[in-house]
């Protein structure tokens, strides 16, 4: 009896010590990074609340990568670029131009193909039945942009003024964002706007799903080929081996039924590595932009 | 025309349901109204109730935005605001800053970013929190004004389609109409017949009462009066005994207008029994000359000449009364020569008298006209005129034909006709014969020429005496103005 009673302390002693390890462990784990749970963040670059994309997205990523997947969006790409830049998501689907302005933080992981080009345009459209016949007729308008970090939504016409000399905001009457490419097809098609900053290749496939939208809008001016939206990581990755299987999956996607799925809903080709010389194009409006001041 | 215009002169079958029809018009007009009324006030708080929630929503949803001056995200807001409140149909909305500026509209075609309507600014500034809604008007508006601590922010003026509710009012006001409108046909046609119903005895008596117009009244039949009940049934039953006493009266002036007759002729014949007495004793008198003297031719042709003139005067006097009174089988016309036949059936009467009666006969021929009863009225005012008339005085009966009138006219030189016998002739029918028995002959005068449809006329003229004439349309042109 006293001898177990002499035990017995010992014996609590160490269960509370295993516990407390336990405890610490978990805490540890649900804290920082999740023991591998890839969290792969969205821009609006690409058709925002389409929540059955996202979903099958989330699938093929998780049955791929064999980690558990989230997927973070936030209303605008600096938000998305923040958690990127921070270091609190694996990587991002972002766009060309905060890639380039932060580009000694960050990695290119791969770059989506579009009609099996990593390139796209960006348009400026105006309403079906606007008379301008190119930019300069656009003057003291109401123009919509996307996004301030957008290449195509807005770095491209801001850069196209900037070359002609002029500031979106002196050029037109009044500019708004609509932190969303088909926000910015809305916006024109309604009147709100009498002209736009959209991606292209968002409007292409707008034009297919919802053409009555577009229908009410017609592309003004199309930008030179500019480098497709990429998919970024942290240049110090948080964990190089969840990158990599992120890279893989979203590099064989098309070899999947299920990631040929989500391709055909993005009315994607694929993904491939592409070399960061890709987006010079958009560093040099970027450029142009910083000296315009 | 316009007596039948005057509704006083409808009869009560139209008027009743008529009455009934306007009593229910009012009804229904005051209740569609009160029913219209409380539709609207039912559609305007309903409808006043979801504008608020639209812009309870709206407001929250489009304030932070506002103050940004954030043209896209209240452009988006107002949107999916829209497609919250499908039910509420929402046609056009508009968010302004408070000087009236656009930030965002429904259709920012109609209000383009930064514009300001002075029409916009006017009702901000007149009410800002207002709410519009007109029972049938296809629109609503409902204008919000946005205070952000303390301070106006700006506008949200709502218009909502109300033509749903407009339609539904509709639909309640013809049904209205439609339910009214056969409820009043069925009480009016119910009124009508219940009308028709309760009148019928009325009618029946009307028509009886129609009929007995003319003569005398005809009873309304027994199992008529047997299955009509009530007041009506005791209504039948005195009309019916009404009846029966007229007829009683009718049978009775029958019988009184016989007694006259045969008064009359009593009274002839006492004349025409003096009439045929003074010639007898002559008559006598030759006889005996004849008997005595009779060897003696002059005296007995003498005596035989007395004897037939004596002869010829009573058998033309006895002719003539036979004339007059024989009961002639068929009623024959009035001929000129009638008139003659009372000259001599009055002579007797006369002579007894001493007056004399002067005949100025215009007359030719036949005449379309029943011949006893027209005597008999003449006669019976000439033996008026003749008692009337004093002793040595004259009588004149005119007769003559004018435009399809005969004229027949006593003149005495009597005293003049009393006022009473006067109203015997002339006056209402229903005066009846005085009371001392005279005057009769008159009252049968007055009823035979009015039977033929004639009049008589009395005038005292100014020499004196009375002059009384019957005027009687002949019965060619009584019988022509009876077609008219």
Known sequence: MLAEGSASPDRRRLLAAAVAVFLARGAQAGEAAPAGKIRFGLTPVFLNNDLELLGRLQGYLERATGHPVSLITRRTYQEITALLTTRQIDAAWICGYPFVTHRSELQLVAVPLWRSRPLYQSYVIVGSDSEARDVSDLAGGIHAFSDPDSNSGFLVTRALLAEMGLRPERFFARAFFTYGHRNVIRAVASGLAGSGSVDGYVYEVMAQIEPELTGRTRVLRRSEWLAFPPVAAPRMPLDEIRLAKLAEALLAMPAHLDGRAVLAMLRLDGFAREEASLFDAIAAKVYLLARAG | MLSRLDPRSWPITVKVPLAVASLMVLVGLILSERVLARLADTQERHLRDLAQSYLDGLSSAVAPSMLRDDTW???????????????????????????????????????????SSEERQRVQVAGAESFSFEAGADTATAVRKLSYPGQTVGFIEAVFDTRHLAAERRGVMLALVATNGLLTLLLATAGWLLVARMMRPVTILTNHLGLARGVSAVPIAEDVVVRQRGEFGRLFRAYNALAASMDERETLVKKLAEEERLGSLGRLASALAHEINNPLGGLFNALATLRTHGHLAHVRANAIGLLERGLVGMRDVVRTTLAVYREEKRPRDLVASDLADLQLLIAPEARRKSVSVTLENALDGTLPLPSTPVRQAILNLLLNAVAASPEGAGVVLNASVSGGLFVASVRDRGPGLPEAAAQVLVGPMAVTPLRDGGGLGLWTTRRLVSELGGRIEVDHPGEGGTLLRLVIPLRSAQELSDVA
């Open chain 2, 73 to 115: 995200e209240v452009f988006d807001a107002i949107e999916r605001a829209r497609d919250l409140h499908r039910s509420l149909r929402p046609l056009e909305t508009v968010v302004s800053h408070a000087d009236g500026r656009v930030i965002a509209a429904s259709d920012p075609r109609r209000h383009p970013v930064g514009s």
